[in-house]
């Protein structure tokens, strides 16, 4: 019997020590994950109380990475006498969405069209002609290759391991194509002070790629001085148990990689649980564009060569994508609808995102359409470039889950009486902003006459009404945006983001003449970037037949009503829409034209008040003990 239970004893000790590393080691993953959690939370709200310099003491505006410790007493485990501790180190902490209104320095890490750029010369505001791939004031960051970015001449990539630089702009051409890479024939490899390194030299260290910006020896990342990485989270979680539980700590570290939310990664989104959220009640066709970038893979028209589904054409000043392959003739040339996309430049990214879509009738989806709930008529088309002909609906291009952001928007700040004094804009013309303004000129607007009438907010009902945007403005408005006949109209030099509180009215439903006859009202972005207007609606309401988008002048711009219905309303016209429309609930009850400039999805900043967020785009826990870094 002694010698059995003995032996028990010694097994159940066994047991005991297995089951303690167990719940020890589940302990620092649930630690470690919290941590990164809380790294977030400081992150988007800019908030490092009780964080620290990493070598110690107050943490200053000049320091780019930042370190915390969060203990527990043993009280908080119950009786177990467990303590455990949280460490962080964040890198980049300054990162954001680029925008063109703020002065960078050195070191600022900034996101713009899908990768990282760290500032390497002090500079701006720069405005959108001089944006990060500007080789003279940031250098990028190394990742992994993406068919979704478009890179600029020296950014650097991982494609299967093996690291490329870019020699010639482009988007979607994939490594190792010796037209657009070139390549060192070398991986990565981890960091060690003895190395001399060469300036685009990357090594690992941490798990994270970095790229050497200045020759030196013994320099250890993440110093900003010599190296350039994307912004990363580092989180260890350590449970330590008592002394009679055989104490040794258990640790676990996992590293975080981050980028923006887009403001609008969908063409169309629909944020809210009605059903339908996103609904197509007629005809029409929803696609994208991304002119800059795919103009770059465009070839001269010509009635000589055979076209194959999706070549680029460039005739006549005008874009055009083949839809149906062909042996071309003078009679095939674009804009011939039988084989072409029209003028619009076609692409098949668009993505329609909801908790619940329909399609009522024959509206074609040349992308993607992602959704839980959905129903088709027969007609209604689904599909990307390579889609086989039969069924409409290619399921590749189908998802049942959605993602529409939803970012707070700030109040409006630092808004100025209009030129005539007070905050009611005068009737008839008037034009705001100056073209050589380097910020933008933000204005409180409570109200419009109307002849010997004051309306609420911005009320431009008459033809004579007409809003000149000369230079980079901001719009603070207590009421509704409604220009029925009257025209808001964004000079070249302009750009406008309208914030306002009521409804929306954009146009009317008048179907008489053509444009640009004075009764066509709207809103005219001559810059043709959607990137220069953005309209913001914080209305609450979310049913039919209040916010109205009907102008039928073209329109290039975002709007973002996260908590209202847009209801999209044309007859017998056709209203082109370059942009996205994110809302609560979007209809579009006749012709939906809408065409989504894919370069929103990592524009950088598209609002000056509304709120950024980080997330969260991959993690791993750090294994291999040369990738962990000492916390």
């Given at each position: 019997?002694?010698?059995?239970?003995?032996?028990?004893?010694?097994?159940?000790a066994?047991?005991?020590?297995?089951?303690?590393?167990?719940?020890?080691?589940?302990?620092?993953?649930?630690?470690a994950?919290?941590?990164?959690?809380q790294?977030?939370?400081?992150?988007?709200?800019a908030?490092?109380?009780?964080?620290?310099?990493?070598?110690?003491?107050?943490?200053?505006?000049?320091?780019?990475s930042?370190?915390?410790?969060?203990?527990?007493?043993?009280?908080?485990?119950?009786t177990s006498?467990?303590?455990?501790?949280?460490?962080?180190?964040?890198n980049?902490?300054?990162?954001?969405?680029?925008?063109?209104w703020?002065?960078?320095?050195?070191?600022?890490m900034?996101?713009y069209?899908g990768?990282?750029?760290q500032c390497?010369?002090?500079?701006?505001?720069?405005l959108?002609?001089?944006?990060?791939?500007?080789?003279?004031?940031?250098?990028?960051?190394?990742?992994?290759?993406s068919?979704?970015?478009?890179?600029?001449?020296g950014?650097?990539?991982?494609?299967?391991?093996?690291?490329?630089?870019?020699?010639?702009?482009?988007?979607?051409r994939?490594?190792?194509?010796?037209?657009?890479w070139t390549?060192?024939?070398?991986a990565?490899?981890?960091?060690?002070?003895?190395?001399?390194?060469?300036?685009?030299?990357?090594?690992?260290?941490?798990?994270?790629?970095?790229?050497?910006?200045?020759?030196?020896?013994n320099?250890?990342?993440?110093n900003?001085?010599?190296?350039?990485?994307?912004?990363?989270?580092?989180?260890?979680?350590v449970?330590?148990?008592?002394?009679?539980l055989?104490?040794?700590?258990?640790?676990?570290?996992?590293?975080?990689?981050?980028?923006?939310?887009?403001?609008?990664?969908?063409a169309?989104?629909?944020?809210?649980s009605?059903?339908?959220?996103?609904?197509f009640?007629?005809?029409?066709?929803v696609?994208?564009?991304?002119?800059?970038?795919?103009?770059?893979?465009?070839?001269?028209?010509?009635?000589?060569?055979?076209?194959?589904?999706?070549d680029?054409v460039?005739?006549?000043t005008?874009?055009?994508?083949?839809?149906?392959a062909?042996?071309?003739?003078?009679?095939?040339?674009?804009?011939?609808?039988?084989?072409?996309?029209g003028?619009?430049?076609?692409g098949?990214?668009?993505?329609?995102?909801?908790?619940s879509?329909?399609?009522?009738?024959?509206?074609?989806?040349?992308?993607?359409v992602?959704?839980?709930?959905?129903?088709?008529?027969?007609?209604?088309?689904?599909?990307?470039?390579?889609?086989?002909?039969?069924?409409n609906?290619?399921?590749?291009?189908?998802?049942?889950?959605?993602?529409v952001?939803?970012?707070?928007?700030?109040?409006?700040?630092?808004?100025?009486?209009?030129?005539?004094?007070?905050?009611n804009l005068?009737?008839?013309?008037n034009t705001?902003?100056?073209a050589?303004?380097?910020?933008?000129?933000?204005?409180?607007?409570?109200?419009?006459?109307?002849?010997s009438?004051?309306?609420?907010?911005?009320h431009?009902?008459?033809?004579?009404?007409?809003?000149?945007?000369?230079?980079?403005?901001i719009?603070?408005?207590?009421?509704?945006?409604?220009t029925?006949d009257?025209q808001?109209?964004?000079?070249?030099?302009?750009?406008?983001?309208?914030?306002?509180?009521?409804?929306?009215w954009?146009?009317?439903?008048?179907?008489?003449?053509t444009?640009p006859?004075?009764?066509?009202?709207?809103?005219?972005?001559?810059?043709?970037?959607?990137?220069?207007l953005?309209?913001?609606?914080?209305?609450?309401?979310?049913?039919?037949?209040?916010?109205?988008y009907?102008?039928?002048?073209?329109?290039?711009?975002?709007?973002?009503?996260?908590?209202?219905y847009?209801?999209?309303?044309?007859?017998?016209?056709?209203?082109?829409?370059?942009?996205?429309?994110?809302?609560?609930?979007?209809?579009f009850?006749?012709?939906a034209?809408?065409?989504?400039?894919?370069?929103?999805?990592?524009?950088?900043?598209?609002?000056r008040?509304?709120?950024?967020?980080?997330q969260?785009?991959?993690?791993?826990?750090?294994?291999?003990?040369?990738?962990?870094?000492?916390?």
């Open positions: 019997m002694a010698i059995s239970l003995a032996s028990y004893i010694a097994l159940s066994r047991a005991m020590t297995q089951a303690n590393r167990s719940f020890q080691s589940g302990l620092a993953a649930q630690q994950e919290s941590g990164i959690v790294a977030l939370w400081s992150l988007n709200n908030n490092w109380t009780n964080w620290t310099a990493p070598g110690g003491g107050a943490l200053t505006a000049a320091d780019t930042a370190v915390r410790t969060i203990a527990f007493a043993s009280s908080k485990f119950g006498g467990v303590t455990a501790s949280i460490k962080l180190r964040v980049n902490r300054h990162a954001a969405e680029w925008n063109q703020t002065a960078y320095t050195t070191a600022n900034v996101w069209r990768r990282w750029w390497v010369t002090a500079h701006g505001p720069v959108l002609s001089a944006t990060p791939n500007t080789s003279a004031n940031w250098i990028s960051a190394p990742g992994t290759w068919a979704l970015v478009s890179y600029s001449v950014d650097i990539v991982i494609s299967n391991g093996l690291i490329y630089r870019c020699t010639a702009a482009h988007t979607n994939a490594p190792p194509n010796a037209s657009f390549n060192p024939g070398v990565p490899t981890t960091w060690n002070a003895v190395t001399a390194y060469a300036v685009n030299a990357v090594v690992l260290h941490g798990g994270t790629l970095y790229r050497c910006r200045a020759a030196h020896t320099q250890v990342p993440p900003t001085s010599f190296w350039v990485s994307a912004p990363v989270i580092y989180s260890e979680g449970s330590t148990p008592p002394a009679n055989g104490g040794g700590a258990s640790r676990l570290q996992i590293r975080a990689e981050l980028a923006p939310v887009s403001l609008v990664p969908n169309i989104g629909a944020n809210t009605n059903s339908p959220s996103v609904s009640g007629s005809t029409g066709v696609g994208s564009y991304v002119p800059a970038e795919l103009a770059a893979a465009a070839t001269v028209w010509s009635p000589s060569p055979s076209y194959a589904v999706g680029l460039l005739h006549n005008g874009y055009y994508r083949c839809t149906t062909h042996s071309s003739s003078s009679s095939r040339a674009p804009p011939t609808a039988s084989f072409w996309s003028s619009l430049l076609q098949y990214s668009a993505v329609v995102a909801g908790s879509v329909t399609i009522s009738n024959a509206t074609s989806i040349f992308g993607f992602a959704s839980p709930t959905t129903s088709f008529a027969s007609s209604a088309v689904v599909k990307k470039a390579s889609s086989p002909a039969s069924p609906r290619d399921p590749q291009q189908l998802s049942s889950s959605y993602f952001p939803v970012l707070g928007v700030q109040s409006v700040t630092d808004g100025i009486n209009l030129p005539t004094g007070g905050t005068p009737d008839g013309a705001l902003g100056n050589t303004d380097t910020t933008p000129r933000i204005y409180n607007i409570t109200g419009t006459w109307d002849g009438n004051l309306r609420s907010g911005v431009m009902a008459k033809s004579a009404d007409i809003l000149t945007i000369a230079g980079p403005v719009l603070n408005v207590s009421g509704a945006l409604y029925n009257g808001i109209i964004v000079e070249p030099a302009g750009s406008l983001e309208i914030y306002f509180s009521g409804q929306l954009i146009g009317n439903n008048s179907t008489s003449g444009p006859v004075p009764s066509r009202g709207g809103i005219v972005n001559q810059t043709l970037n959607p990137r220069r953005l309209i913001v609606g914080t209305s609450n309401y979310n049913s039919s037949s209040y916010n109205y009907w102008s039928i002048r073209p329109f290039h711009g975002v709007i973002y009503m996260p908590n209202a847009v209801h999209m309303w044309n007859s017998g016209y056709t209203n082109l829409f370059f942009g996205a429309i994110s809302a609560s609930t979007v209809y009850n006749h012709t034209n809408l065409q989504y400039d894919s370069s929103l999805r990592t524009a950088g900043k598209l609002g008040f509304i709120d950024p967020a980080l969260i785009t991959s993690w791993r826990e750090l294994t291999d003990p040369s990738e962990r870094i000492n916390l």
